[in-house]
């Protein structure tokens, strides 16, 4: 586990286990926390080590609803929790898989965690973009349209060229298709990423990118 400084109180948290990448970013009245991890245990962790850089009150938004970016809010709680207005009556599906995947191969402590998490729905929810002022810095949480899930939330940090694209976004894997996923719209929603004209790009699993990184990805995508 370590933390990559993107900018002025902007960081990634970056995790072994599924090659994972959290968010912070830090305001002067609040900080926002950005998916939470896929269980309590790593969530508890995740919010003592934002403990480490700030004491400031959090909000917590979720990207998507598959089970290693919200099962760790818990440790969260009581907060404000924002997603898409899909994502709710998404989170929880993918349980069960992946207790038995976790099962399958011999990782018995980490099934039980997540077998025991605690899902927590959103408090707050939007339909295309919401800005949040953190206090002297203001964020944009956007939905691009579908692609990923179609309820996918990336987050916009103008003032540092940061954005944090979730799961739309895959560095050192390709970008993971799921039965959920909107391969044909996907392209046109990394368009819409592009458009806030970022820096540096966090994706939900691997290092932080590039702008063209994202064009490159965007466009394996349109050939599948």
Not at 53 to 66: D, G, N, Q
Request: with cysteine.
């Amino acid at each position: 586990m370590r933390w990559i400084e993107l900018g002025e109180g902007v960081f990634a948290r970056r995790y072994e286990h599924l090659d994972q990448t959290l968010g912070l970013v830090v305001g002067a009245e609040r900080c926002l926390v950005v998916d939470t991890g896929g269980d309590e245990v790593q969530g508890a962790e995740f919010a003592a080590a934002i403990r480490e850089i700030t004491t400031a009150p959090w909000l917590v938004v979720l990207t998507h609803a598959h089970f290693d970016h919200h099962f760790g809010t818990k440790p969260f709680q009581p907060c404000p929790v924002w997603a898409h207005e899909r994502c709710g009556p998404a989170m929880g599906a993918d349980r069960a898989t992946w207790v038995a995947n976790f099962r399958r191969q011999h990782e018995h402590e980490r099934a039980q965690r997540l077998l025991e998490a605690e899902l927590v729905p959103p408090t707050h929810v939007l339909t295309g973009e919401v800005s949040l002022d953190l206090g002297g810095r203001k964020v944009t949480l956007l939905h691009p349209g579908p692609g990923h899930t179609d309820h996918d939330v990336a987050v916009d940090v103008p003032d540092a060229q940061v954005l944090f694209a979730g799961d739309l976004v895959e560095q050192g894997a390709p970008p993971s298709i799921g039965p959920d996923s909107h391969v044909e719209d996907w392209p046109h929603a990394l368009d819409g990423l592009l458009a806030r004209d970022p820096a540096t790009v966090v994706p939900g699993h691997g290092e932080p990118v590039d702008a063209a990184f994202v064009r490159r990805q965007r466009d394996e995508l349109r050939r599948s």
